[in-house]
Antibody
């Protein structure tokens, strides 16, 4: 069965960076894209970016251009999301999501990132 | 691009039907049949309930259905049950630019 298991919660200071991991299992990792979606407390879902694990091609949402980097390690079927220059409004739950032909069919459990001085 | 527009709150009684609209533009919902809907219970990850406008993944109740007309997609839940109380989000996949837009979300209360 498909599973996406994310790394644990983080507390960071403003200006720092955070790197969240997402280990996939139960399917061929290089066949489907991985997107990252975040949700600030009490707010809606926001798409951040997408990566093709097969060739490393990426696409980032305009709001995150230059501040987020998506990578994958195909040897361990793990995807990574690094967000830099953190601000307090980056406090959110970050989800990795398996993308299949435009739909998000499997979600990780979420990783809470708190940005606070 | 702006987020898709959903009502913030919808309510219904057990057994009733409700419809949640999701309005976009001719560049997103109007251009592609790649609208998906997600259900999110408090403290949980979202769950895919409708994809490609009106397709239900295996295991999703047939009480959930989707449709689209022009730039507006809709999610209908029939025979409301208490367990349907959750937040619902629409998404449109923009194939030409490999990007996704989310709606702002709708909280469904089953009264």
């Amino acid at each position: 069965q498909v599973s996406l298991v994310q790394s644990g919660g983080e507390v960071k200071k403003p200006g720092a960076s955070v790197k969240v991991s997402c280990k996939a299992s139960g399917y061929t990792f290089t066949t489907y894209g991985i997107s990252w979606v975040r949700q600030a407390p009490g707010q809606g879902l926001e798409w951040m970016g997408w990566i093709n694990p097969h060739n490393g091609n990426t696409k980032y949402a305009q709001n995150f251009q230059g501040r987020v980097t998506l990578t994958t390690d195909t040897s361990t079927s793990t995807a990574y999301m690094e967000l830099m220059s953190l601000r307090s409004d980056d406090t959110a739950v970050y989800y990795c999501v398996k993308e299949t032909y435009g739909k998000f069919d499997y979600w990780g459990q979420g990783t809470l990132v708190i940005v606070s001085s | 691009q702006s987020a898709l527009t959903q009502p913030a709150f919808v309510s219904g009684s057990p057994g009733q039907s409700i419809t949640i609209p999701c309005t976009g533009t001719s560049n997103d919902i109007g251009a592609y049949n790649s609208v998906s809907w997600y259900q999110q219970h408090p403290g949980k990850a979202p769950k895919l309930i409708i994809h490609n406008v009106n397709n239900r993944p295996s295991g999703v109740s047939n009480r959930f259905s989707g449709s689209k007309s022009g730039n507006t997609a809709s999610l209908t839940i029939s025979g409301l049950q208490a367990e349907d109380e959750a937040d619902y989000y629409c998404t449109s996949y923009i194939g030409s630019s490999i990007s996704w837009l989310f709606g702002g979300g709708t909280k469904l209360a089953v009264l």
